[in-house]
C-alpha cells in the first residue's frame, strides 16, 4: 500500500474524532454545570438545617437530610458519568493512536520489501551489465588476437607498405638529418607491431624501400639513411651497397 492510501484511510478514520471528542467535552461540561447546582442545593439545605435545628420537628429534620443525600447521590452519579465519559475519551484517542502506530509499522515493512526487491534488481541489473561487459572484453579480444596474427603470417613487404601509407607521425623535411629515431618514438609501441630500418623501429614518418628483393630489412627512415627527399632511380641501402660492392 502506498503512503498516499495509508495517509487517505486514516484520515477518514479520524474525520469524526472532533465532533466526537467536543459531544463527550460537552457532556463533561453540563454535567458539571449540574453538579454545581446540586452542591449549590446542598448548601442551602445544610445552612437551613443548621439555622432552624432547634425549631424543626423530626420530621422536618429527616426530610432536610433525605434531601442532602439524595442531593450527594446525584452529585456522586454525575461524577461517575463524568469518569466515564473521561474515560470513553481517552480510549477513542489511544485508539486512533494505536491504529496509526499499526500503519506507520506496516508502511515501514513495506518500504523495507521494496528497497529489498530494488537492491535485487539493481544487483541482477549489475550482473548483466558485467556479463555483457565482459563478452564484449571477449569480442575485443579475439579480435585484437586476430589481428596480430594477420600481422605475423602477412608477408612483410605488404605488411610494411600498410604501415607506410599510415604515416601516424611525418618529421619536418629540414630535421631529418639532426633527429633520432628514439626521439621520434616517445610513445608506448604494441610489442607486436613489425619493426623497420637499421634502428629496428616501427614505421614512422617517410620511409623509403631497397630496390634489393632479397634485402632483410626492406624498409628505411629517411633520417636512418640520411636522405631528405626520395632519390631518383634505384636506391639500395647501406648494407646491400656494400654487399653490391663486394661482389
Known amino acids: 500500500m502506498a503512503a498516499g492510501m495509508y495517509l487517505e484511510h486514516y484520515l477518514d478514520s479520524i474525520e469524526n474524532l472532533p465532533f466526537e471528542l467536543q459531544r463527550n467535552f460537552n457532556l463533561m461540561r453540563d454535567l458539571d454545570q449540574r453538579t454545581e447546582d446540586l452542591k449549590g442545593q446542598i448548601d442551602s439545605l445544610a445552612k437551613e438545617y443548621t439555622a432552624n435545628a432547634r425549631t424543626l420537628s423530626s420530621e422536618q429534620k429527616l426530610s432536610i437530610l433525605r434531601q442532602i443525600q439524595q442531593s450527594y447521590s446525584k452529585c456522586k452519579e ?3 458519568d463524568k469518569v466515564q465519559l473521561a474515560m470513553q475519551t481517552y480510549e477513542m484517542v489511544d ?7 499499526t500503519d506507520l509499522a506496516r508502511f515501514e515493512a513495506d518500504l523495507k520489501e521494496k528497497q529489498i526487491e530494488s537492491t535485487d534488481y539493481d544487483s541482477t541489473s549489475s550482473k548483466g551489465k558485467k556479463g555483457d561487459s565482459r563478452q564484449k572484453e571477449k569480442k575485443v579480444a579475439k579480435t585484437r588476437s586476430k589481428v596480430k596474427s594477420s600481422d605475423e603470417d602477412g608477408s612483410p613487404k605488404s605488411a610494411q607498405k600498410k604501415v607506410k601509407l599510415l604515416q601516424p607521425y611525418v618529421v619536418p623535411s629540414s630535421n631529418f638529418g639532426n ?50 627527399t626520395k632519390p631518383r632511380g634505384k636506391w639500395y641501402c647501406p648494407r646491400c651497397s656494400q654487399d653490391r660492392k663486394r661482389k
Open 95 to 101: 485508539k486512533h493512536i494505536r491504529r496509526l502506530d
Open 78 to 80: 454525575f461524577g461517575d
Open 179 to 228: 633527429v633520432h629515431p628514439s626521439d621520434v618514438l616517445d610513445m608506448p609501441v604494441d610489442p607486436n607491431e613489425p619493426t623497420y630500418c637499421l634502428c629496428h623501429q616501427v614505421s614512422y614518418g617517410e620511409m623509403i624501400g631497397c630496390d634489393n628483393t632479397d634485402c632483410s630489412i626492406e624498409w628505411f627512415h629517411f633520417a636512418c639513411v640520411g636522405l631528405t
